[in-house]
């Protein structure tokens, strides 16, 4: 049985792509077939995956407007059980192009109908923001992992988010739940960091990861080599501490 999940924060910079990137190819190095879907016209799980975004392939702003089939737009990675929607800048147009579409919030939900049963796991890469394409990645989710940056503003970016998931499931995805909480961009060595963690804890009722996702030079510079952090240096912390956290996600699944 396949689990749907999107990974969002309406705040960005705060590693959402970088958790899908890598967490998908943990996942993968654990026998698990595994899906992303792109869904930020930014590209950046595109890229960081080494798919070249001005490539002629068809995206997922393909898919949404019905220009192909799930199954065409999908793309196998160099990555073990690794598989990609990609996207790039054209989906910034789809926002205004399905505004009339009757039930615009379902379609990447339909297109997916075909083709889920041959993934483990598919992780949905939301844009930064609360529009369209959010809508969509929410209601063809079955949970959503929540990145959140060790940072002065977490909270505020949490309770967003957390808002928004509540008000999608009592209007449009009944099942939608809180796979959890992952903290990202931790510096021990930052007083403010610990901070953030304690506060989140002290605060909310809310499912956190144990696993929490280091500052780490391996993983930032993955992406630029269009590799997953575990392909690029598999000693690195940020390696080991995405090999956790897909252990974590897989256990409770």
Known sequence: MSKVIAISNQKGGVGKSTTAINLSASIGIMKKKVLVIDMDPQGNSTSGLGIDRNDDIYTVYDLLIGECSAEDCIIKTDYRNLSIIPSNSNLAGAEIELLDIEDKEYLLSNRLEEIKSNYDYIFIDCPPSLSVLTLNAMCAADSVIIP???????????????????????????????????????????????????????????????????????????????????????????????????KEVVKRS
Not at 207 to 236: H, K, Q
């Open 148 to 246: 959140i940056q060790c940072e002065y503003y977490a909270l505020e970016g949490l309770t967003q988010i957390l808002n928004t998931i509540e008000l999608v499931k009592e209007r449009l995805n009944d099942k939608l739940e809180v796979e959890g909480v992952v903290f990202t961009m931790f510096d021990g060595r930052n007083n403010l960091s610990s901070d953030v963690v304690a506060n989140v804890k002290e605060n909310l009722d809310i499912r956190l990861f144990d696993t929490i996702i280091p500052r780490n030079v391996r993983l930032a510079e993955a992406p630029s080599y269009g590799m997953p952090v575990i392909y690029y240096d598999n000693r690195s912390t940020g390696a080991t501490s995405y090999r956790y956290l897909a």
